[in-house]
């Protein structure tokens, strides 16, 4: 844990000194709307050398192409800026992602907001924590009062089904909001700030430290299986509900 905060701080401190000056080395990935800048690989730099300094043996798996075997048997997974478009647009929502994985699956996860001064931890087994202060889920039970969160592809195609789906959840929920990225909606689901979360795209560093906080913090977590693979997370009454809701429209295009 000690190790995954020093890291997120590192890249956090490049981060902040970045936002909202002028972006350099802005790339395209997936799509003309999924980008890429030099603050993403600086900020990954950052982590993995404080990583492959203190753990060596472990491996590495990080969004910007940092890949590394383990010999312990424990990988960290790295999101060195989850929001990418908000950090470039000067939007305040996101965040630095870092998970410890073992054979069981995560094992400590920490996401960083350097915005806000916050910092989400989990450690199997133990709880979760904001800035070392006990966090718990909402606690909602009632789907048509749950505040819920989701978030959309770079693709057009899935963007499309998303919107579908969209149709289908808004109605039933007391609203819906859209952040822009996936590590804080979900540490804001673990604090009770959302009641519930759901999307479907996810790569492996957009969720392995948060669904990790949401477990710990009471929450139940509910997998999308199918491409994309999805995820739902909340409240459990809340999840029951929202579930049902999206496996439905899964199922009606053949998911």
């Known amino acids: ?72 048997g424990r990988r960290w997974v790295v999101d060195p800026l989850d929001g990418t478009t908000n950090f470039l647009y000067g939007i305040p929502a996101w965040a630095v992602s870092i998970a410890l994985e073992d ?7 920490v996401v960083l907001d350097p915005v806000r001064g916050e910092t989400f931890t989990a450690i199997r087994g133990q709880g979760a924590a904001r800035n070392g202060e006990t966090i718990e889920v909402s606690g909602e039970e009632r789907l ?17 089904t998303q919107a579908a789906v969209l149709a289908d959840v808004l109605p039933r929920v007391r609203d819906v909001r859209r952040a ?14 959302l009641d519930a979360y759901y999307e479907r795209g996810l790569k492996h560093w957009d969720w392995a430290a948060a669904s990790l906080i949401v477990a710990e913090a009471g929450g139940e977590l509910h997998w999308l299986e199918g491409e ?18 999206v496996d439905a429209r899964d199922e009606s295009r053949g998911t």
């Open 1 to 72: 844990m000690a190790v995954a905060q020093r890291a997120a701080a590192a890249a956090g401190e490049l981060l902040l000194e970045r936002f909202r000056a002028p972006a350099r080395g802005v790339q395209r990935k997936s799509s003309r709307t999924d980008m890429v800048s030099d603050a993403d690989r600086d900020a990954e730099a950052a982590v993995e050398q404080i990583l492959s300094a203190e753990r060596p043996d472990d491996g590495l798996l990080a969004e910007e192409g940092s890949h590394s075997q383990a010999a312990s």
């Open 144 to 160: 048509d009062t749950a505040l819920v969160a989701t978030g959309f592809s770079y693709d057009a195609t899935e963007r499309s």
């Open 103 to 109: 054979a069981d699956g995560s094992l400590v996860g």
């Open 228 to 245: 994309p693979l999805g995820l739902v997370a909340g409240s459990p009454r809340v999840v029951e509900g929202l579930r049902e809701i």
């Open 180 to 193: 822009g990225a996936a590590a804080l909606d979900l540490c804001w689901v673990a604090s009770g700030r």
